[in-house]
């Protein structure tokens, strides 16, 4: 991701805010500002469109083996094991990975799936990924070309990744607030995309979508 420093700051964030998270995705009753029930309800939003779109494209029969990087709290990893692919769940937050195998648990679904502590950056797999999901995690990345090169290197088949975008008032207040929590965030312009696309050697085989926050995007190799 980034320095050690920055690395450990986003470990401790999220590890702190892993409750947090998985509660805003599940709309709970928790007493909330006007402001921060509208903020929740757009985040909410934006994950379940990018749930929906990866899904979609992983239904297929060709893709059974599946690494969801910055799993958080298991939201597509119990949809995957749902369709019967083989996940892997990474995340950087011991927290954030306790709540995904509590909620696996908890369904007792057949299909297999492994848990990984560790930040993927600095990670070595031995073996490759039909497919991987990598949704909400370049917002905290400071080097993208080299995490694309390696996600080039560690799927066979698709990659898909949201970006987020640097336009707008949500963007501006998400990185005051990051900001204060002393967490790293990084956003970005279709053409500093598009850069780092090319730089990583994937920008010809890269599908960018504008979406309302950022892009999407869908690699093919």
Same mark, same amino acid.
């Given at each position: 991701?980034?320095?050690?420093?920055?690395?450990?700051?986003?470990?401790?964030?999220?590890?702190?805010?892993?409750?947090?998270?998985?509660?805003?995705?599940?709309?709970?009753?928790?007493?909330?500002?006007?402001?921060?029930?509208?903020?929740?309800?757009?985040?909410?939003?934006d994950?379940?469109?990018?749930? &929906?779109?990866?899904?979609?494209?992983m239904r297929? #029969?060709?893709?059974k083996? &599946?690494?969801?990087?910055?799993?958080?709290?298991?939201?597509?990893?119990?949809?995957?094991?749902?369709?019967?692919?083989? &996940?892997t769940?990474?995340?950087?937050?011991?927290?954030?990975?306790?709540?995904?195998?509590?909620?696996?648990?908890?369904?007792?679904?057949?299909?297999?799936?492994?848990?990984?502590?560790? #930040?993927?950056?600095?990670?070595?797999? *031995?073996?490759?990924?039909?497919?991987?999901?990598?949704?909400?995690?370049?917002?905290?990345?400071?080097?993208?070309?080299? &995490?694309?090169?390696?996600?080039?290197? *560690?799927?066979?088949?698709?990659?898909?990744?949201?970006?987020?975008?640097?336009?707008?008032?949500?963007?501006?207040?998400?990185?005051?607030?990051?900001?204060?929590?002393?967490?790293?965030?990084?956003?970005?312009?279709?053409?500093?995309?598009?850069?780092?696309?090319?730089?990583?050697?994937?920008?010809?085989?890269?599908?960018?979508?504008?979406?309302?926050?950022?892009?999407?995007?869908?690699?093919?190799?």
């Open positions: 991701m980034g320095d050690n420093k920055n690395i450990r700051d986003i470990g401790t964030f999220f590890n702190g805010y892993a409750a947090e998270f998985s509660s805003i995705y599940l709309e709970d009753e928790r007493p909330r500002s006007l402001f921060n029930k509208v903020m929740d309800r757009l985040f909410r939003k994950i379940e469109t990018r749930l &929906v779109d990866s899904l979609n494209h297929k #029969d060709s893709i083996t &599946v690494l969801d990087i910055g799993c958080g709290p298991g939201h597509l990893v119990v949809k995957l094991l749902e369709l019967n692919k083989d &996940v769940a990474l995340d950087i937050a011991p927290n954030m990975l306790e709540i995904t195998q509590m909620r696996v648990d908890s369904m007792k679904l057949e299909s297999n799936f492994k848990t990984i502590l560790a #930040d993927y950056s600095e990670h070595e797999f *031995d073996e490759k990924f039909d497919a991987i999901s990598v949704m909400g995690f370049f917002d905290y990345v400071e080097d993208p070309v080299s &995490v694309l090169k390696k996600l080039l290197n *560690d799927a066979s088949k698709e990659i898909y990744i949201s970006i987020p975008g640097d336009k707008g008032f949500l963007a501006w207040q998400r990185k005051v607030r990051y900001k204060r929590r002393n967490c790293p965030l990084y956003l970005y312009s279709k053409e500093s995309l598009e850069q780092y696309l090319k730089d990583a050697g994937c920008l010809e085989m890269t599908e960018i979508v504008d979406t309302e926050r950022g892009y999407y995007l869908i690699i093919r190799k």
